[in-house]
């Protein structure tokens, strides 16, 4: 049982996880202090600046007759689209100055045969079950989630903990690695992350608070490049580094089963964040990738970006034989991957880049 302090605690930082996150990018900040966000702009057009631009007009006219009369892909194109792309409910939350919504834990959750979701509403962490032990992805805000909610959870789907042997961190933020060290400590987990964001993780991050900057980094272990696979028993991650949230935020291609078949899952860590051409055309590559692979679902460290993710949990968790709705056909997939080209490309060439 933790106690009230704790879970204040866990309570507060989550809070200033996601006012960082958030604030990592927010448009009219200019660029990041603590280089999280890559390029020089602020990596959003202005609304103006969208509405104005031809070129970006082209882009989301082309995006929406990707999408047609599907109303799946419709929903995905209306949060895909527009000048602040997936992030814009927390991004227009943070400038109306609201506070963002409270962290709450949440059951675990079988997305597909192999791979769980743990953690909270707003962030979380991933296990992918091997036949040679367990690929975590991502470690919540701290060591004491990772002791206290990521381990439990690991045992209550039926994992070993001391069977984690890596943990793959998306990206150089410390609502994804803080809980990294628990399992490099304890389990002696390998840590893969982008060399660009073990520099960015070991530099002091202005916008952190005290608890925040003291808190225990992973030591630098796995140095992951562009196109680099993780491989463990049955089961190979490719990662593609794809600049924007951070400087070496990265895309995961992961082959799961669902319901005994083989499926490709596609995982954005940076989400859409694309604030210049460099960055723009490595996400294009990730997501040709992952076109390439036959991805038909994806995922993103912070549910509720895309679709309503919570809501998709919630029906597995009461239905486990019922509709998936993380999966779509391979068709639907690829046009949605082309549906988030189009928008990637819409804010670029919005901002003149
Ligand atoms: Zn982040």
Same mark, same amino acid.
């Given at each position: 049982m933790r106690s009230r302090f704790q879970l204040a605690l866990i309570f &507060?930082?989550?809070v200033a =996880? @996601?006012?960082l996150h958030a604030g990592a990018q927010g448009r009219g900040g200019g660029p =990041?202090?603590? #280089?999280t966000t890559a390029g020089a702009g602020r990596g959003y057009p202005t609304p103006e600046q969208y509405a104005a631009s031809?070129? =970006?007009q082209a882009h989301v006219a082309k995006a929406k007759a990707i999408a047609g009369s599907d109303a799946k892909l419709m929903a995905r194109f209306e949060n895909t689209c527009g000048p602040l792309g997936p992030q814009r409910p927390a991004l227009e939350a943070q400038n109306a100055g609201r506070k963002p919504?409270?962290?709450r834990p949440v059951e675990p959750v079988p997305i597909f045969d192999n791979l769980w979701y743990f953690?909270?509403?707003t962030v979380g962490a991933w296990a992918v079950r091997t036949s040679d032990g367990v690929i975590l992805i991502d470690a919540l805000n701290t060591v004491q989630e990772a002791e206290t909610i990521i381990e439990p959870s690991l045992r209550k789907v039926g994992l070993n903990p001391a069977d984690v042997k890596y943990v793959i961190v998306g990206h150089g933020h410390f609502d994804h690695f803080g809980g990294a060290p628990y399992f490099q400590d304890k389990y002696k987990a390998r840590i &893969?992350?982008? #060399? @660009?964001d073990w520099d960015l993780i070991e530099r002091p991050n202005p916008n952190a608070n005290p608890a925040q900057a003291n808190r225990p980094r992973p030591r630098r272990d796995l140095v992951i490049t562009d196109d680099q696979k993780v491989t463990l028993g049955d089961t190979?991650?490719?990662l593609r580094v794809t600049p924007g949230h951070t400087v070496g935020a990265m895309a995961f291609l992961i082959p799961v089963k669902h319901r005994g078949q083989p499926l490709t899952v596609l995982m954005l860590s940076g989400a859409n964040i694309t604030p210049d051409r460099a960055s723009l055309e490595a996400f294009h590559r990730a997501l040709d990738a992952a076109k390439a692979a036959g991805a038909q679902a994806l995922l993103n460290g912070h549910p509720g970006l895309f679709g309503d993710e919570l809501g998709w949990m919630d029906g597995l968790r009461k239905n486990p034989g019922g509709p998936n709705e993380f999966v779509y056909t391979r068709d639907q997939f690829a046009r949605f991957i082309d549906i988030m080209k189009e928008c990637a490309a819409s804010r670029v060439v919005a901002m003149g880049l």
């Open positions: &507060a930082v989550c =996880a @996601l006012q =990041a202090a603590g #280089g031809k070129d =970006a919504e409270p962290p953690g909270f509403n &893969a992350m982008s #060399g @660009l190979t991650i490719t």
